[in-house]
Every structure is written in structure tokens, then in C-alpha cells.
């Protein structure tokens, strides 16, 4: 079987799913063929750099003119310039399907699940296309050309709802959740990792990330941090993840030692050890990108969302808040209040806690490589 697994670099996500994916048909099917390809680099590495730097430019600089394309692509002039863009730019990569014949394409990404299906539609391929959605609520750019997708993989039966109301095919659409790395299945030594991070084993743990892949809300974020510091009291300690932004890992660290609090607080840069920070803590402070949201869930924890990118973190910072598994902190909150009502009421952690199990999908990649693999 020869499958290819598209994915494009506007954010994390898309190729965070792609690797779960490959990495899980590898491991449980054999003798396929796989090739995972970044689509927009693939029909040209100049357009994908320059659309690519556009995104993260105006998503850290002017994130409200980022959430007005997201909802005009929804819909309007800019939802069919997109799709236009996409038909053309499928010519280039019927070259890709000429020379590797794929039977199955997996698309964690809209553009490459519409390019995909446009050449179905004009009979360049009969390959079995699956899409597999990365947020929490659907975007109609995921659904163009759905007559020619084969399966529509989602993360809750909200969104199966609300897809199936457009006139798709509810068995079509699976509700199996976003995939997941391996890592957050594992059961880990907690207190061989709480050691390693020096934490006592005595206090809860809050992991609150800070860097934020483009650096949004900077003040906002420290002041959220600033809250927490002031209110976690004797019962809580927090694990500070700055990722790579080493001027916010700085400033972590400057408020830290002003608040006194060195001895409950451990501020870190980039790190490979999430799946074990997770499984160690007892509540994570993030923005709701769709990957971040579904290793939390997994690891069974409540979700305090901050600075989301307006658009899709948006709708999924609004959907965990209906759902009671996040509190949202929105932009103009005065942070006080809320956390340190949050931090004095355990039943409420509880009670997230639990709704976060729930609601959490730890097979949802080995259930969508079966769902695509079966009978192909």
C-alpha cells in the first residue's frame, strides 16, 4: 500500500498529527509505503515560506486581522480566492500523485484535503482520501470538495454534529479525537520525575506554558504568572516552560525572584520531557492550540486557556469552557480573582479533572489508522 501523509507548517499541530499518524501505521501495519510531505513546500518553497512567515507574523503582531481571515475564510470572498488557489496549486502536486500512485492520502491540513480532492473530482487519482481535523470546532475550509473525501476524522461529537447539519454524510465522520503521541500512553515513575525536576512530592503541581510559539501576550502572560505566584500559597508548585523565547525565560525568572518564590517555582526553556511534566501535574495554564488541548485532556488535567490567536484557539478556548474542563482567561480579565478563586476550590479541580478524562480520546490515533486501513 502506498500512502501519503500531507501536512502543512502554519502552526504545530498539522505535523505533530502527521508524525502520530505515521509513526502508528508504521509500528501496526507493514508493507506500506509512506511519504509525509509538507504540500505547501512541496508546490513551492518560496510561496510556503512567505504564507508561512504571514501567518506567524500577524498572528504575534496583529492577531485580530488574523481572526478576520479565519472567519472570512469561513465563508465570502476570501473562502472562494482560497479555494481558487487551491485548485490551481493542485496541478503541481498531481505531479507528486503521477510519480508515487498513492492508494490512501491522509491530510492533517484544509489545503492539502481540498487540493486532494479537487483532483479526484477531475479523475487524477482514485486514491482513498481521509481528513483528519486538528481543532475543536469545524472550519467549512476543511469540508471543500467533501463529496470526495472518504473520511472526516473529528474530536468530539459536537463538531461530528455540526458538520453532519452541512449535508455530509454523518457515517463519513468519526468522532475518535486528534492524534497523540505515543508518549502521553505511558505510564511514568511520578516520583522518579518529580525528583528530577526537584519538586516536592508533597505539593500539587501547576505546568503553566509561557513561550507561546509566537510569543503572544507577553505582559498578559506575566501577569497571569504573577497571579499565580501570589496565590498558589503552600499547597501548589509551578513548572514555568519557556520554550525557546529565552527574553520571556528571563523575565520568568526576574518575577520569580521578586515574588520570593524560588523554592516553589522551576522556570525552563525548551523541553522534550511534556508527557512527563503532564503526567506529574495537576493543572496546565496554555494557550488552546488543538495539539497542546488534546496531550492536556489525555493527561487528564484542567486547562486554564490564555492568549489564544483569535479564530480557531478562540473557538477552541470557548468550546473547553462550555464543556467545564478550562477556565478561558480572556484578553481584557483581571486575572486575580478568577485564579485565586480557581486554586481555593479543589472540588472544581476535581470536578474538571474528571470531565477532562472524559472527555479525552488516548486511542484516537490507533482508531483513526484503523478506520483508514481497514478493507484498503
Known amino acids: 500500500m502506498k500512502i501519503i501523509i500531507f501536512y502543512a507548517s502554519y502552526g504545530g499541530g498539522h505535523l505533530s498529527a502527521a508524525r502520530s499518524i505515521k509513526q502508528c501505521i508504521e509500528q501496526k501495519y507493514k508493507d506500506n509505503t509512506i511519504e509525509m510531505i509538507d504540500c505547501m513546500k512541496y508546490i513551492n518553497t518560496g510561496i510556503e515560506k512567505m504564507t ?3 501567518y506567524k ?12 481571515i479565519y472567519k472570512l475564510s469561513d465563508k465570502g470572498p476570501i473562502y472562494h480566492i482560497s479555494n481558487f488557489n487551491n485548485k490551481v496549486m493542485s496541478i503541481k502536486l498531481n505531479n507528486l500523485f503521477k510519480e508515487f500512485q498513492p492508494d490512501i492520502v491522509i491530510s492533517t491540513h484544509p489545503f492539502s484535503t481540498q487540493m486532494t ?5 477531475m479523475k487524477k487519482t482514485n486514491c482513498k482520501l481521509a481528513s483528519v481535523m486538528t481543532d475543536f470546532m469545524p472550519q467549512n475550509q476543511w469540508l471543500v470538495g467533501h463529496k470526495y473525501i472518504d473520511c472526516i476524522f473529528v474530536s468530539n461529537k459536537e463538531m461530528k454534529a455540526k458538520i453532519v447539519e452541512k449535508g455530509i454524510d454523518e457515517e463519513k465522520v468519526h468522532v475518535t479525537g486528534i492524534p497523540l503521541s505515543n508518549r502521553f500512553l505511558e505510564n511514568f515513575d511520578r516520583e522518579k520525575i518529580k525528583k528530577s525536576f526537584n519538586l516536592d512530592m508533597n505539593k500539587k503541581s501547576i505546568l503553566f506554558f509561557g513561550g507561546g510559539e509566537f510569543g503572544l501576550g507577553k505582559d498578559k502572560t506575566a501577569k497571569i504568572l504573577s497571579s499565580f505566584l501570589d496565590n498558589i500559597g503552600k499547597r ?3 513548572v514555568v516552560i519557556s520554550g525557546k523565547n529565552e527574553k ?3 523575565r520568568f525568572t526576574k518575577l520569580v525572584k521578586e515574588k520570593n518564590q524560588e ?9 522534550n520531557q511534556v508527557p512527563e511534566l503532564m503526567s506529574v501535574s495537576d493543572l496546565v495554564v496554555t494557550k488552546p492550540g488543538g495539539l497542546t488541548i488534546t496531550e492536556s485532556l489525555a493527561s487528564g488535567l484542567p486547562i486554564v486557556a490564555i492568549n489564544p490567536i483569535p479564530g480557531q484557539e478562540e473557538e477552541n478556548a470557548e468550546f473547553l469552557e462550555k464543556a467545564g474542563v478550562a477556565v478561558w482567561l480572556r484578553k481584557h480579565d483581571e486575572p486575580d480573582d478568577q485564579i485565586a478563586v480557581l486554586l481555593s476550590n479543589p472540588e ?5 479533572k474528571l470531565k477532562s478524562k472524559l472527555m479525552a480520546k488516548r486511542n484516537s490515533t490507533k482508531n483513526i489508522c484503523k478506520i483508514i486501513l481497514k478493507n484498503a
Open 52 to 54: 508561512t512567515n504571514a
Open 57 to 68: 507574523m500577524m498572528a504575534k503582531e496583529v492577531p485580530w486581522a488574523w481572526g478576520q
Open 117 to 121: 480532492a479537487w483532483l479526484k473530482q
Open 236 to 238: 501548589y508548585q509551578i
Open 248 to 250: 520571556m525565560q528571563e
Open 263 to 271: 523554592s516553589n517555582v522551576q522556570v525552563l526553556g525548551y523541553t
Open 348 to 352: 472544581r479541580l476535581t470536578s474538571m
